[in-house]
Structures are given as structure tokens and as C-alpha cells.
């Protein structure tokens, strides 16, 4: 007879080979965040000593050093060819919001292939440190509309290495005409700076490399939530033809893990009677990143976007009681819209890199001088 403590071991060893793991194959976003953001890189691609540049998003897909990005992050269109110089920033344990403290891990690339009609490029970071975080690829086959995705880039005014979720929406092939070109559709936030980063799914496998954003339709409306990925199929047989060897993940993903979760919240209470929005203020300038020259000379800003370009609205004051004067013999005046004089505007800047050795801080306070300007002129049209 066997003893007690055999068997235990046989349970757990049977236990064991029935689940196929002790962890379900689902992440949280957190988990998935936690474990695979080390393995998303923000690239900056530049001519040399230019002003200017192009930023991105990209992924470790090989423990060398290689790195799987969309060709547009790297490639100049005026000079027909890559951009000569490739900056590839490797992610801090710790982000704080200060880029020289997050941006310290600094590294030139090169560029190994690039496809334009793909909109996939290969880059190799030289002298790649070891212990690289790589990210695998999972099977884009096995997803399909309502699965769950995740993305991890550097969108534009946001932060670097932020997280964004949502769901597949449609699938499409031979996108825009491209032969092989297959994508997904979904609502999975992106903007200009997520341009070459990963989409993962639940298990935290690379399903697809974010490629482009639809912004707005005919007539100038505005479009939300119809963004495109290339499949991970895609990447894996493009990446083989340039002796790039990859594989997909092997594990399962169960059918009642790849729809995305309803929100388990407790109910919210009846609202109660309707009472005005609160008044929301943005913030005055957008933010400003800096980026460290390799040659340790100086650094590289990008001035993303102050304010908008709007002339200023109607300055309406707070009255604490109704306003009880007879309009028949005293009728309202119309207040027409304010405009303010073209020094108070700051037109939107475009998403680039402008003015080498600068400093942000002095571009911050330029910018909130004006809008402080701005506001003592609405207070004093007011009174």
C-alpha cells in the first residue's frame, strides 16, 4: 500500500497534468503591465544634427536586441531613405515624470529591414544590454471580435509606457489594398507616439503591432475608437524572409478567457435630479519631452501642443440670486464672445522634435506667462 505521503504527491502530480498548470492562463492588465512593459521601447529617429525627428513605440523581440517597430517611426519621406540616427530608450524601474531620470537608459539602434508597404521595420539596439525582457507572439488566429487587448506606448501629451485597453471591433485582410496586410480594428486607444508598439492579449502575448488611427471621416467629423494593428502573423513571416526566427506562445487561451470581462462594480445609486456639469479647465500647455543627445551634448525637446486655437468664449458671472429685472422696460444685453488680441493664442504646436539643446522648463513658463495673461484679461473684460 502506499503511504500518505506518496500519496499526496500523486494527487498533486495528477492535479497537475489535468489543468496543464497551477495558473490560469489570463493576466490582469496590471500583470500583463508589470511583465512586459520592460520589453517596450520608445525609439526617436532623427537625420543628423537635425532639429527634428520622429517618435515611436517599439518591441524586444529577441533577447540580441532586435526590435520589431512600424516603418514610418523610422523612415524620412523628404530624404527617401531611414533616418541615419536611431535613439532606443530601454523603460526605468521607475517612471517619475522627469526624462532625465526616465529616459536614462539610453542606447543607439540601427536599422536591420524595413518594408513601406507593410509599414514593419527591424531594428537593432548595439551594445544591447543582457537580461533583456522579450516579448512572445501569440497566435492572432485564435482572437477574433470582442477579445480584449492591450496596448503599451507613448502617446502624444500622455505618458511614456502608458497602458491602454479595449476590444477587438473587425478583422480585416490585404489592408488598404496591401497584399499580406492583415490587421485588426479596435478601440483600443492609440495615438500619434503608440506607432509601432505591441497588442497584447489577455495571456500577454504580442497579437499585433499598432500601426495607424483614423481621426476624422468626410465632412471633418470627428472619428473615436476605429484604430488598426498588424497582425502578429504578419510580423512572424515578414521577420523569417530577414533570418528573424520567431514563434508563437503555447499557451491555451480557454474560450471563457478571451472575451473581455463585464464591469463587476457594485450598482450605482438612481441619479437624482439633473445638476449642471462642473466646469473642466485643460491644462494651459501640453507636455513638453526632452530627450538626451547621444554625443552627451544636449538633448532634443518635442513641444507637443499648448492650448488650442481658439479665439475665447463669453464670460458669463456667477449671480447668487435670479435676476428679477422687468425685460420689457429694461431688456438683457447681449455679450457678444470676447476676442482676445493674437498675443494671448497659442495655436497648437505639430507632434515633433524642434530646438536642440533647449530646456522644457523655459518653454513651460513661456507658455503659462501667456495663459496667465489670458486669464487677467477674461477677469477684467468681466467686470
Known amino acids: 500500500m502506499l503511504d500518505a505521503k506518496k500519496l499526496f504527491c500523486l494527487s498533486a502530480l495528477a492535479a497537475f497534468v489535468l489543468t496543464g498548470s497551477p495558473a490560469t492562463a489570463r493576466m490582469s492588465a496590471r500583470q500583463i503591465y508589470k511583465t512586459k512593459a520592460p ?21 524586444i523581440i ?71 525582457t522579450v516579448l512572445t507572439l501569440g497566435d492572432p488566429g485564435e482572437l477574433g471580435p470582442g477579445d480584449e487587448t492591450i496596448a503599451i506606448g ?28 492583415d490587421v485588426f480594428q479596435m478601440d483600443t486607444s492609440l495615438n500619434r507616439g503608440n506607432s509601432g508598439g505591441p497588442l497584447f492579449d489577455v495571456r500577454g502575448y504580442q497579437v499585433a503591432v499598432n500601426t495607424a488611427i483614423a481621426r476624422k471621416g468626410a465632412g471633418g467629423v470627428a472619428i473615436t475608437g476605429v484604430n488598426f494593428a498588424i497582425k502578429a502573423s504578419v510580423v512572424k ?30 450598482a450605482q445609486p438612481a441619479p437624482g435630479p439633473a445638476t449642471p456639469a462642473p466646469e473642466v479647465h485643460q491644462p494651459a500647455a501640453g507636455s513638453d519631452r526632452t530627450y538626451k543627445d547621444p554625443s552627451g551634448k544636449g538633448s532634443i525637446r518635442v513641444e507637443e501642443g499648448y492650448g488650442s486655437d481658439d479665439e475665447g468664449e463669453e464670460y458669463i458671472p456667477d449671480r447668487a440670486a435670479p435676476d428679477t429685472t422687468d425685460v420689457r422696460r429694461h431688456p438683457p444685453k447681449v455679450r457678444r464672445p470676447i476676442r482676445f488680441h493674437k498675443l494671448y493664442r497659442m495655436p497648437p504646436h505639430p507632434y515633433t522634435y524642434r530646438k536642440l539643446f533647449t530646456e522644457v522648463d523655459k518653454v513651460r513658463a513661456r507658455a503659462q506667462g501667456a495663459f496667465d495673461d489670458l486669464d487677467a484679461e477674461i477677469h477684467k473684460h468681466g467686470k
Open 154 to 181: 507613448h502617446p502624444e501629451q500622455g505618458g511614456l509606457w502608458t497602458i491602454t485597453r479595449g476590444v477587438i471591433g473587425a478583422e480585416f485582410e490585404n489592408f488598404k489594398g496591401v497584399s499580406g496586410k
Open 62 to 132: 529577441s533577447a540580441d536586441g532586435t526590435v520589431i517597430t512600424n516603418c514610418h517611426v523610422i523612415y524620412d519621406e523628404s530624404a527617401k531613405a531611414p533616418y541615419p540616427a536611431i535613439h532606443i530608450f530601454l523603460k526605468p524601474d521607475k517612471l517619475t515624470g522627469d526624462m532625465n531620470k526616465d529616459l536614462s537608459r539610453h542606447f543607439t539602434g540601427e536599422v536591420v529591414a524595413f518594408d513601406k508597404a507593410l509599414d514593419l521595420a527591424l531594428l537593432k539596439i548595439k551594445n544591447a544590454p543582457a537580461g533583456l
Open 237 to 266: 513571416d515578414w521577420a523569417a524572409k530577414h533570418a528573424v526566427r520567431l514563434a508563437y506562445g503555447s499557451e491555451p487561451l480557454k474560450g471563457d478567457e478571451r472575451v473581455a470581462v463585464a464591469d463587476s462594480s457594485p
Open 39 to 59: 520589453g517596450v521601447v520608445l525609439i526617436v529617429a532623427s537625420q543628423e544634427g537635425s532639429s527634428s525627428a520622429s517618435a515611436g513605440t517599439g518591441s
